[in-house]
């Protein structure tokens, strides 16, 4: 057996490179994640990927590292592919980011759980009204389902309509993002009226 057979930094590398990775869903890769941190920083640099370890909540994923975008001659291409939200995608998701610090400084459970119901009733204030109920609550759960697409929300296999708020979510919605996209949406839905 030769040596890249016997070393995790394979598996961690393709793990990484595939999706994130959190320490309650993949315990013994997570340790040999932070076991070979200096090499899988160092392959990954050769891919212009940078490693993120959030170890206090427990999941670790790879960010492009940015490149001057006046330097055509030396652009590196992406790996990483940017992915556009929608409008009520992205309120979606700063909703629930808000909804996550509020948890936060309740000093709550460390999950935060929240049914369908509970993200629909934040969603429909910043959306058109209408007198089709279904039809919202449609248009509401696809936007649930492509947060959960993302990774930000993971259904919960005890309950169908049950959703826990993946803590990735502080990664990529940060405080200042938070509060510029809230102001924003709330000046859009007041156009809507």
């Known amino acids: 057996m030769?040596?890249?057979q016997r070393s995790p930094?394979?598996?961690?590398l393709i793990?990484?490179?595939?999706?994130?990775?959190?320490?309650?869903?993949?315990?013994e890769l997570w340790r040999d994640l932070l076991n070979f941190q200096g090499a899988t920083r160092d392959h990954l640099r050769l891919l212009a990927m940078d490693?993120?370890?959030?170890?206090?909540?427990?999941?670790?994923f790879l960010r492009q590292i940015e490149t001057?975008?006046?330097?055509?001659?030396?652009?590196?291409?992406?790996?990483i592919a940017r992915r556009p939200l929608s409008y009520p995608v992205s309120l979606l998701l700063v909703l629930l980011?808000?909804?996550?610090?509020?948890h936060d400084a309740a000093g709550g459970a460390t999950r935060l759980v929240l049914s369908r119901e509970q993200m629909a009733d934040m969603m429909r204030t910043f959306l058109p009204s209408s007198t089709n109920e279904a039809k919202i609550m449609d248009q509401i759960e696809r936007h649930i389902a492509k947060a959960q697409?993302?990774?930000?929300?993971?259904?919960?296999?005890?309950e169908e309509e049950?959703?826990?708020v993946r803590r990735i979510l502080r990664a990529f919605v940060n405080a200042d993002w938070l509060a510029e996209l809230e102001a924003i949406y709330r000046d859009h839905a007041q156009q809507l009226e």
Request: aromatic share 8%.
């Open 68 to 79: 001057d975008a006046a330097d055509t001659d030396n652009a590196i291409p992406r790996l």
């Open 162 to 164: 049950v959703y826990e």
């Open 2 to 4: 030769d040596a890249a």
């Open 51 to 60: 490693l993120v370890i959030d170890e206090a909540e427990g999941y670790a």
């Open 15 to 27: 793990n990484l490179l595939k999706a994130v990775i959190y320490r309650d869903q993949m315990p």
């Open 97 to 102: 980011r808000k909804r996550l610090a509020q």
């Open 9 to 12: 930094l394979p598996a961690v």
């Open 149 to 158: 697409e993302f990774g930000f929300l993971r259904r919960l296999k005890e």
